[in-house]
């Protein structure tokens, strides 16, 4: 008798021993997971959902298992967990033979930016807990959180009257057929207006002025230059948050727009730049550089992005929209405007900075308190 309890202990020992085996062995086997955004494109303050799947392509079940990634900073999920870093999620899941579990993992925008998950984890042991089993699942998905432009009421500034003011002007350009007189040149004028009998003359680079005519070109200039790097990053937010207003109006009312910064792009680490154009789809690519500015990352200071952005293209109102009004850009902005440049100023000032701003004609002065 006891020959036999031995023997059958052994066999189920045995039998044990081959099922941890075969199960570390084929445990990950035909398991597909995948890890995807319900959409792709959000507003700051929206909700979205994370919806994750794990399919089991046969009969060995997934007993039990721990399914992990990394949740982007200020995407979030649950009530109780903090947002301001990356963080691991962990949810336990059981997937029996060919079955597939989907689930839905509802969380808040908090936060304007551009965010993606690319692998997943699952952590598995044996029915014993004698081994630990792990495996990687690399994939792609990507989240452009736009800013949320209902926020720029606090201003206290009429920016639809703004834009309705430029759709009237309709955005005055120099006509090459309505000669004017003839003015000092300006380093944003192109060489093909310069007068050379006139330069000839008066030993000065002198240029052909001209008339307007009407155009329906916007480029937005946005600066995110600062004083210091004490500046309050939420004015730099609201800089965006302005630009996006701008943005989306204007292309409603069907006028080409177009977007220089001297802010980061986050993916390509080159300087924001998207040529004018018209349409949804414009929109669409113009937000979606909004979400990847990294705001307290500039490329270099927005002077050189003027000369280097504005030259020979006189074709097109622009509108700046800075917070930083140093007498550097002061001076900028005046050659640009002396040059017969069509710009708008929307300047941003914290109201408790004592900073001295000398107002410009062209300037609109939107004061906050942060």
């Known amino acids: 008798m006891i020959l036999y309890i031995v023997v059958f202990a052994i066999i189920i020992a045995l039998l044990v021993n081959w099922m941890i085996h075969a199960y570390r062995k084929s445990w990950s086997k035909r398991i597909d997971l995948n890890i995807e955004f319900g959409k792709d494109t959000l507003f700051e303050g929206e909700n979205g959902e994370l919806i994750q799947t794990v399919v089991n392509r046969k009969f060995l079940p997934l ?6 990634f990394c949740v ?59 081994y630990m089993f792990i495996k990687e699942y690399p994939f792609f998905t990507e989240l452009y959180v736009f800013p949320e432009i209902k926020s720029i009421r606090k201003f206290k500034v009429d ?6 003011e ?8 120099e006509d090459p057929f309505e000669f004017r007189n003839i003015r000092n040149y300006y380093p944003f004028d192109s060489l093909k207006t310069v007068n050379w009998n006139a330069s000839a003359k008066t030993g000065e680079i002198m ?69 004018c154009k018209n349409g949804s789809n414009q929109e669409l690519q113009i937000f979606k550089l909004f ?5 307290d990352s500039i490329t270099r200071p927005f002077t050189q992005v003027i000369d280097d952005k504005i030259i020979n293209h006189n074709n097109s109102h622009y509108i700046l929209i800075s917070y930083y009004a140093g007498e550097d850009l ?8 002396a040059g017969g440049y069509s710009l708008q100023w929307l300047l941003i000032k914290d109201r408790v900075d004592n900073i001295a701003i000398k107002k410009q004609k062209n300037m609109i002065i939107c004061e906050v308190e942060y």
């Open 207 to 275: 240029v052909n002025h001209y008339n307007y005519t009407s155009s329906q070109e916007i480029i937005i200039l946005l600066n995110l230059d600062g004083y210091n790097i004490w500046d309050k990053q939420e004015i730099r937010e609201d800089l965006i948050r302005i630009a996006a207003y701008f943005t989306r109006s204007l292309i409603i009312n069907g006028i080409p727009v177009g977007l220089v910064s001297n802010g980061c792009d986050s993916v390509t680490g080159e300087e924001i730049f998207a040529p």
């Open 72 to 130: 982007p900073k200020f995407l979030k999920f649950d009530a109780g967990v903090s947002i301001g870093y990356d963080y691991y999620r962990k949810d336990t899941i059981s997937v029996l033979s060919y079955e597939m579990v989907k689930k839905s993992l509802p969380f808040t925008a908090v936060k304007r930016g551009y965010y993606t998950i690319k692998k997943a984890e699952l952590l598995s042991s044996d029915m014993l807990l004698q």
């Open 159 to 164: 920016f639809r009257k703004i834009v309705g």
């Open 330 to 337: 002061q001076a900028k902005v005046h050659e640009v405007v």
């Open 63 to 68: 007993w039990w298992a721990d399914l992990r």
């Open 291 to 295: 979400a990847r500015i990294t705001a």
């Open 166 to 173: 430029i759709i009237t002007k309709r955005h005055i350009i």
